[in-house]
Structure formats: C-alpha cells, structure tokens
C-alpha cells in the first residue's frame, strides 16, 4: 500500500501538534498504541493535529465517522474505507481546504490498519 506523508521540508514547515497533545485521556487498542507509534515514528503530527488545532493538514480530532467536504465538492463520510483511502492514496479525496503536498511512502497493510484504528480512537 502506498501512504503519503509530511516529511523533509514539507514536514519543517507544518505547524501540526504533537502526538501527546490531548489524545491521553483517549483509551487505546493495542492495535491503535501500534498506530499511535506509527504516526509518531512516521512524523504524521508534524501536519496534523490530534486536538482539534489548524495545521497544514486537516485535525484527526472526530475525524472517523465524521462527514468531510471534499475539494471536489463532494462529501463523503469518514470510515474506515476512508481512512484507508486517505493513507494509501491521499490524493484521490483531498479535504477542501487543503492541498495535497505529502510525499509518498509505501507502508504494510498492517500498519495502515493500525493507524485507522489510532484515528478511529480519536473519535
């Protein structure tokens, strides 16, 4: 699977927060713990934020099962189909607002099912 990510100089210029923000309180999986530390190796917080707070990529804070504008127009709801989509292939539903400037990086399945179910415990 393909997954895009901020890193490098896209990374340095995001004002995300941090993977500790305000996702403590927040009982996690085993599975989303693997996704948490995933987004945290991977750097992902760099552009998004897990409280809610604007940064160049859109907040994770009730992202999962929300419904989302779409640059397109278009709204589609957030589940995990969407999730997994939005990793692997970020490009083909961009959130309005937002420009589509993660670099791509090849992830396992595993790893990408483990960061939905870190998203899907934000809420």
Avoid at 19 to 26: F, P
Avoid at 33 to 53: I, N
Avoid at 84 to 104: L, W
């Amino acid at each position: 699977m393909r997954f895009v990510l901020a890193a490098g100089s896209v990374a340095a210029s995001c004002g995300g927060s941090s993977d500790e923000a305000s996702d403590t309180t927040v009982k996690l999986s085993a599975q989303a713990a693997k996704g948490k530390a995933a987004v945290a190796e991977l750097g992902c917080s760099t552009c998004h934020s897990v409280d809610g707070s604007d940064g160049v990529g859109p907040t994770w804070k009730g992202l999962a099962g929300s419904k989302v504008e779409l640059d397109n127009g278009k709204t589609v709801t957030a589940d995990d189909a969407y999730l997994t989509r939005a990793i692997t292939q970020p490009g083909d539903q961009v959130v309005a607002g937002f420009k589509s400037i993660m670099p791509e990086r090849d992830l396992p399945d595993g790893q990408v099912a483990s960061i939905v179910a870190y998203l899907n415990a934000l809420g």
